[in-house]
């Protein structure tokens, strides 16, 4: 590879979409009553691996590239898969297909390849297990391949000890099926991407504080869903953008979720030059086009909360 020095850098840019509300979008969907159509899907071998699991469940998904439609079973139509689900290398698909998994009439195994049977997953069988899930972690060292035997769930309020949007969402998916009121608090919130899109599909979710707080449903229903830009994709050219003198780059539909824009903070905090242009709310989620020009850095301290 040859590199060299580059001129101002100029122009308009789309990203990727954002993988956590891929995941999302497909999970969710599936258990839905109906059709959800989403839009700018990414076309990552996680969020693949999460369409592979439910269509093992009998779920009927048309991806198409950039669309891909889930034609829902409703949230108890799943059907027991005829072999092992395998997650890849996607630790949300396993944790948060766990919760889901644990409510059914039917019993699975889930694995993933060599790196995933090596991350902990104790921290979604412990909480799991409370509501009365019978998860088995096979080689007994708390982590895949999870053999999981699906029955009825009773309510928790589980304080988890480090906050996780995985661990979070895996409860409450889990309490969409439970006999009451679940709830989940953090020391501080962690993304919120699962409440948002919960509640879009007809979930009774709300947040207290740094808590959040789910009712069992009788049903979800399926949607239109854009995928905002990952913001994470967009930190390159927003770097590239500021330190490139005379650049000026407009990022389109970036997701500005705030609990996913402590880039943009810091950004502001060491003088960047960054606008946000065409604010919208795409599926509860809020996204911007980004502005970035050029800018005269200084140093900030970087600590807390961000």
Do not use: W
């Amino acid at each position: 590879m040859k590199f060299k020095k580059a001129s101002p850098l100029k122009g308009e840019v789309h990203i990727p979409g954002d993988k956590s509300i891929s995941h999302r979008s497909v999970m969710f969907g599936s258990i839905a009553k109906g059709t959800t159509q989403i839009s700018h899907f990414l076309q990552g071998a996680d969020c693949l691996s999460t369409i592979s699991c439910f269509q093992k469940m009998g779920v009927a998904i048309e991806n198409n590239g950039d669309s891909v439609i889930v034609r829902g079973n409703g949230l108890r139509g799943l059907k027991r898969p005829d072999t092992v689900l395998d997650c890849g290398n996607s630790g949300t698909t396993t944790r948060l297909i766990s919760g889901i998994l644990s409510a059914q009439n039917f019993d699975v195994t889930v694995t993933g390849d060599e790196s995933i049977q090596k991350r902990p997953m104790k921290r979604i069988i412990e909480p799991l297990s409370l509501m009365g899930a019978q998860i088995e972690s096979l080689r007994q060292n708390g982590c895949a391949p999870l053999h999981i035997t699906g029955r009825p769930l009773q309510a928790i309020h589980y304080h988890s000890r480090i906050p996780s949007a995985q661990v979070k969402s895996a409860i409450l998916l889990a309490g969409l099926y439970a006999d009451g009121e679940t709830r989940v608090t953090e020391t501080h919130v962690s993304r919120n991407h699962s409440e948002l899109m919960l509640r879009s599909f007809g979930a009774d979710v709300r947040c207290e504080g740094t808590t959040a707080i789910i009712r069992p449903a009788g049903e979800l229903y399926g949607k239109q869903i854009t995928v905002p830009g990952d913001i994470s994709s967009a930190a390159p050219f927003l770097a590239a953008g500021l330190l490139v003198p005379g650049s000026e780059l407009l990022i389109r539909q970036v997701g500005i979720n705030p609990t996913r824009d402590g880039i943009l903070h810091v950004c502001r905090a060491m003088g960047a030059g960054i606008t946000l242009m065409n604010e919208q709310d795409a599926s509860g989620e809020p996204t911007a086009d980004i502005l970035v020009k050029s800018s005269s850095l200084h140093g900030t301290v970087i600590e807390g909360a961000i």
